[in-house]
């Protein structure tokens, strides 16, 4: 029994950007991620794999280490070193804080052997490109997907990192809390496959880095908002034991009822119902985002002008 007492789907991710407009030039043109919805200050894109990753314009992001990156497979060791030439090349264009040197990973730090490099972004996320042998094992990388002509051919999102004080206290939290999946990998590291969602390396870490509410991972079930506050009242219940720091209150946006919740390492994690849409339909199942298509969803997917 879970506190979380129904079945659990790990979804979506977000992250803080300083300008929305210039986060989706950077996720598509660079990182090769579909966009999917523009709202006036938050974009959401979508990995190849249906996974979702969701940028919000807040005035200052807070800093983010580099134990928390997302994670872009390229098909061998030659894409990966065109790659790095490519964004090496364009790093002013986009803003591109740092760039890593190439070099294959050492699998004692946090489970991933990879050839690969780093990049920190204009609003200081980190992203890994590595060729496609990653930990979780190989990914579907499709060959014409959209967008075309990244400098990161469009393709899945295989996994992210995030930090965590004590493992096996974390470990018992995805398991018996959240209603996830986490085995411990290595001596000071776990991983998650989000119930077949977004894959987890949780990496202990001397002091983590405070996380901010819309640095949040999403965790997404199928019910009514009645279901989603008596999950709010388990979660309150059970807080103390786990370790969890803060419960906001239920309320209803972008389409889902949900609530937020910040764990024992301060990560931040939003249950919800979607309450239109199936979790990984959060806007349009198949093809980018267009006016048209907009359009044909409704007002609620429209663009609106920053």
């Known amino acids: 029994m879970t506190v979380l007492f129904e079945p659990t789907l790990a979804t979506h991710t977000t992250l803080e950007c300083i300008d929305v407009s210039e986060s989706i030039r950077f996720y598509r043109e660079v990182m090769g991620l579909a966009t999917l919805r523009r709202l006036k200050m938050a974009a959401v894109f979508r990995g190849t794999n249906g996974l ?88 579907e990388l499709p060959v014409d997907a959209e967008p075309r002509d990244a400098l990161v051919a469009a393709g899945p999102i295989s996994y992210v990192t995030l930090e965590c004080r004590d493992m096996h206290k974390t470990i018992r939290f995805y398991r018996e809390f959240l209603g996830i999946d986490a085995e411990q990998q290595g001596p000071h590291y776990f991983f998650s496959r989000g119930n077949g969602g977004v894959c987890v390396i949780g990496v202990e870490v001397p002091e983590v880095m405070p996380q901010p509410v819309l640095n949040h991972h999403g965790i997404t079930l199928r019910g009514d908002p009645a279901m989603i506050d008596r999950l709010r009242d388990s979660v309150v219940r059970n807080a103390e034991e786990f370790g969890v720091m803060k419960v906001l209150p239920a309320t209803s946006q972008h389409g889902s009822y949900s609530f937020y919740m910040q764990d024992l390492d301060t990560n931040w994690w939003e249950i919800e119902i979607l309450e239109e849409l199936d979790p990984f339909q959060q806007t349009i199942k198949d093809g980018e985002w267009t006016e048209e298509t907009a359009a044909a969803m409704g007002a609620r997917f429209s663009r609106h002008s920053v």
Do not use: C
Request: aromatic share 12%; no cysteine; charged share 25%.
């Open 52 to 139: 979702i990753a969701a940028s919000v314009q807040v005035p200052r992001p807070m800093p983010q280490p580099l134990l928390n990156f997302y994670t872009r497979p390229v098909q061998d060791r030659v894409q990966v070193e065109a790659v790095h030439a490519a964004v090496t090349a364009a790093g002013e264009r986009y803003g591109i804080r740092q760039i890593t040197r190439l070099a294959e990973e050492d699998p004692a730090r946090f489970g991933v052997g990879t050839y690969g490099f780093y990049l920190q972004d204009r609003d200081g996320n980190w992203w890994r490109v590595e060729e496609n042998d990653g930990p979780f094992g190989k990914v």
